[in-house]
C-alpha cells in the first residue's frame, strides 16, 4: 500500500516538475490555470475537507459535551454545545490565520514526544522490569546507550524546535491580519 501511495504522489511531483520546471508552484493547482480538471479537483478536495472535519471533531464534540453532561441523544443543549465548539474554532482561525505557526508548536511538542522520547523511556522502564514468569529482558549497555542518546537528541532537538516555533506564535510580525480588519479599515475611511 505504501509502495503506491509513494509511485502515486511522487508520479505527481516528477510529472509536474518535467511539465512547469522550476517555475512550478507549491501548490501544483495554481499552476494548471482555470480547466475544468483543476475545478474538479478542488470540488473534490474540498468534499474531502469538509467530510473529514466532521470525522476529526466528532470524538472532541463528544468529550466536551460529556464534559458538560450533556445528553447523548440530539437536543438544545447539544446542539448549543456544538455550535459553540464550532464558533470557538472558526475564532481561533480568524485570530491566527497564518495556523503554520500554531501547528508547528503543537507538532514539534507531541511528535518528538511521541516518536522518540516515549518509546524509548517506556523501552528501557519495560526491560528493566522483572519477574519469574517473564524472560530475560537485561539490555547490554549498548543498546542503553543508543537508547539514551535517541531521548537527548529528541530532547534536544524538540526543545529547540518549540522554542523556535514558541518565538514564531508569538512573534506579532509572523500574524497576518484577519480578513475583517480590511473591512473596518475601509468603513472608517469611507465615514471620515
Not at 500500500?1 to 508520479?11: D, I, K, P, T
Not at 445528553?71 to 464550532?86: E, W
Request: net charge negative; charged share 10%.
Amino acid at each position: 500500500m505504501y509502495y503506491f501511495l509513494a509511485v502515486l504522489f511522487g508520479s505527481i511531483v516528477v510529472g509536474g516538475y518535467v511539465v512547469y520546471g522550476h517555475t512550478i508552484n507549491p501548490n501544483i493547482l495554481m499552476s494548471l490555470g482555470d480547466s475544468w480538471l483543476s475545478y474538479t479537483a478542488i470540488i473534490l478536495m474540498a468534499g474531502h475537507l469538509i467530510l473529514g472535519f466532521v470525522i476529526i471533531v466528532k470524538p472532541v464534540s463528544e468529550q466536551v459535551e460529556s464534559f458538560f453532561n450533556t445528553s447523548h441523544t440530539f437536543g438544545f443543549p447539544r446542539f448549543v454545545v456544538r455550535i459553540s465548539l464550532l464558533l470557538a474554532m472558526i475564532g481561533l482561525g480568524e485570530i491566527m490565520p497564518n495556523f503554520i505557526n500554531l501547528v508547528a508548536l503543537i507538532g514539534c511538542s507531541t511528535v518528538i514526544l511521541s516518536t522518540f522520547v516515549l518509546p524509548s523511556i517506556f523501552y528501557l522502564r519495560l526491560c528493566s522490569m522483572q519477574s519469574a514468569t517473564w524472560p530475560d529482558r537485561s539490555l547490554s549497555w549498548k543498546s542503553k546507550l543508543y537508547m539514551y542518546m535517541v531521548i537527548f537528541v529528541g530532547l534536544t532537538s524538540g526543545t529547540l524546535a518549540m522554542l523556535t516555533a514558541l518565538a514564531e506564535v508569538i512573534d506579532l510580525q509572523s500574524l497576518i491580519r484577519p480578513y475583517y480588519e480590511y473591512f473596518m479599515d475601509s468603513e472608517e475611511s469611507t465615514f471620515s
